[in-house]
Nanobody
């Protein structure tokens, strides 16, 4: 069994910052890519950023220069540092992990709410 748990969401004013964390735990050989997605009400779930085990990262155009993804492989943890937050960043943020157990499977967390509002 594999569990993915996000934390760090909350309410922040426009221009503010938040740091999200996500930890994967359970029985597996290793984790390949880990990523952050977000879903606003009435919209599809979109990729925010993803990072490989080697540290290569990609970002959605809408967050480039404002968000930074990083990970600690020893702790099976991925972070999302969000700065210069905008109201349009408001969404539920989900973490996923591509885990190698008996083959490769993707596991998702339950999400953490980020609300950017004055």
């Amino acid at each position: 069994q594999v569990h993915v748990v996000e934390s760090g969401g909350g309410l922040v004013q426009p221009g503010g910052s938040l740091r999200l964390s996500c930890v994967a735990s359970g029985s597996f050989v290793r984790i390949n890519a880990m990523g952050w997605f977000r879903q606003a009400p009435g919209k599809q779930r979109d990729l925010v950023a993803s990072i490989t085990s080697g540290g290569s990262a990609i970002y959605a155009d809408s967050v480039k220069g404002r968000f930074t993804i990083s990970r600690d492989n020893a702790k099976n943890t991925v972070y999302l540092q969000m700065t210069s937050l905008k109201p349009e960043d408001t969404a539920v943020y989900y973490c996923n992990a591509d885990v190698i157990r008996f083959g490769t499977s993707t596991y998702w967390g339950e999400g953490t709410q980020v609300t950017v509002s004055s």
